[in-house]
């Protein structure tokens, strides 16, 4: 029987001829790189992100946190997970969890472990976001003050299997929650 190959990304660090700041947002900034590729070179624009956190919270009867909130450029209410941006400096992304679970959802966890991190579109941006599996849900000791789009944040308890069959019908879209969702239910057939 032949090996199995471990499949991993590779790192590779092409020589950046020259990067230049295209635009300069409140949250994130564009970036035009030239980059010795190759025989020649190539220009790639992208979004230079802060990265990101999500949370699978899942309670006692299998049932995962879902939140549904209006996403301008999609022109949609979409269901999510708990997540929001790594833009405090220094700040673990696993702290940057457990505050994102108590402002967006008025809820926290006991327990908490990683379970999968992944870029969200390689060839326009550079986020990478970590979503960490929270368990031993109770109530938050403070209800969040919300503002803007985070105001009618709609928060629904789904019992997993339902978000897997919401994510596979094509019901639900959102690449976050759907990573996060399937991977808990890859996690529970394995375990």
């Not at 020589?15 to 295209?22: I, K, R």
């Not at 985070?150 to 019901?171: F, H, K, N, Q, T």
Request: aromatic share 6%.
């Amino acid at each position: 029987m032949p090996e199995r190959t471990l499949l991993k990304d590779e790192p590779l660090e092409p020589e950046v001829v020259a990067s230049d700041l295209v635009y300069k947002g409140w949250v994130w900034d564009v970036r035009s790189d030239r980059v010795a590729y190759g025989d020649g070179e190539i220009v790639r624009e992208y979004v230079a992100h802060t990265g990101a956190v999500a949370v699978l919270a899942l309670d006692d009867q299998d049932r995962v946190l879902l939140i549904q909130q209006y996403r301008h450029p999609i022109r949609h209410r979409d269901w999510e997970l708990p997540a929001g941006l790594l833009d405090i400096a220094g700040e673990d992304p696993l702290a940057a969890a457990q505050r994102e679970l108590a402002e967006e959802a008025d809820v926290t966890a006991a327990h908490w472990e990683h379970l999968v991190s992944s870029w969200t579109t390689p060839g326009g941006n550079d986020e990478m976001i970590h979503i960490y599996l929270a368990t031993g849900i109770a109530v938050a000791p403070a209800v969040h003050a919300r503002e803007d789009e985070e105001a009618d944040i709609r928060v629904e308890w789904v019992p997993l299997a339902d978000a897997v069959d919401a994510v596979l019908g094509g019901r639900m879209h959102n690449g976050i929650l759907s990573i996060g969702v399937l991977a808990a239910s890859a996690k529970r057939t394995r375990s």
